[in-house]
């Protein structure tokens, strides 16, 4: 039986509401510890009021508009259940995850609604060959929508609301210390430190798992390491962010822990940073002086304008495919700020030259696909002292593995002559 106009819009509705709910609870009733519900008011009433909106100018619109809508919403809510599925595969369902489950099936609900209101509102009279050529058309412009709208949504959000839950294994080869320690803005991080022989001491970054290999090789030479949760990850609080927006406050806290500690000269400390670890290095380093040396191995982009950036490596591009790709990125860049309610970081570019006259080393593999031909513009941009060192065979910061003993005698040369 088809369903009529009142009960599709009932229906659409209950999983418009389903998916708020989950809004209001991720937000405001049980938000991630360090976190309060006043963090979180651009991130929760904006999704909120956009979702009341469609629920009431659902039943005034065409045919081909609630159909669109409705296929639009659906993968959104189905992004939502991510985050509960994550965690809950991880280390158990808890919290916020029991509404965050019901948004899978009113996702699933909202697509299914969405084709059918499509099939049943298509026109059936007229030309054959322009009707189908009309649908061919409208067809086009959800899947652009979807490419410039959905996709950049549904990533947004799920990069902010995933992380890695569980504290891996240490595989440091040193003994290690347990260690806490406070951010600027009242999370609490928590790591593992390996003490000096040296005197000196470098922060791994980021994160305690992927950190572990550089952390290693620096502990066979005498430096005191640091690993840690970044904020959302592991152990640690506050809200995660694969991009990396305010991981520098997580870099800063490190070096005012590091500075407390007996067996390291506060004037001797640096950080080698993987991947977006390299990015908030870079950041860190432009803000706080007490960052003596960095080794930045594999930064790409993270904002919008290191995002167009890319493009001009890109050889070969339309401008229609660099139309489509500069409107995704503006919209996930857009959709970043609202989830985690702040404004974009800075261009790497605009932040790297105040790091001088403290070294900096930059790592890339120009062909990994992943922006790290970039390093080039942010090693033009660096002032001296600088180096760049490209890896064109490696994979993304696969340079300690693609080159293994060049690369510990690079770092550990670099961080010698900086901090020794």
Partial sequence: MLLSMDSTTKL?????????????????????????????????????????????????????ARGALALLLGPLGI??????LHYANQVGPSGD????????????LLIGLGAVTLWRTRRTEGNHAWRYTRRGFLGLAVVVAAYVLVFPIGFAYVTTHTARAVVPDNTLGASSENVSFETSDGLTLRGWYVPSKNGAAVISFPGRKGSQKPARMLARHGYGVLVFDRRGEGVSDGEPNSFGWSGDRDAKAAVDYLQTRSDVDPGRIGAIGQSVGGEMLIEAAAEDRDLRAIVS??????AYSDSMDELDYAKGTDPISELLYSANSAVRVGALSVLTNQSPPANLKSLIGRIAPRPVMLIGAP??????ELNRDYYAAAQEPKTLWEIPEASHVGGIDARPAQYERRVVAFFDDALL
């Fill in 367 to 372: 062909n990994s696909k992943h922006g790290e």
């Fill in 12 to 64: 659409f509705r209950l999983a418009v509401a389903v998916i708020g709910l989950h809004v209001l609870d991720d937000n405001f009733v049980q938000p991630e510890a360090g976190t309060s519900a006043g963090d979180h008011l651009v991130s929760g009433l904006l999704p909120l009021a956009l979702l009341a909106l469609a629920a009431w100018g659902f039943p005034r619109l065409s045919g081909f």
């Fill in 79 to 84: 992004a939502a259940g991510i985050e509960a």
């Fill in 97 to 108: 995850d029991f509404t965050g489950f019901l948004t899978l099936p009113a996702g699933v």
């Fill in 297 to 302: 191995d594999g930064a790409g982009a993270r």
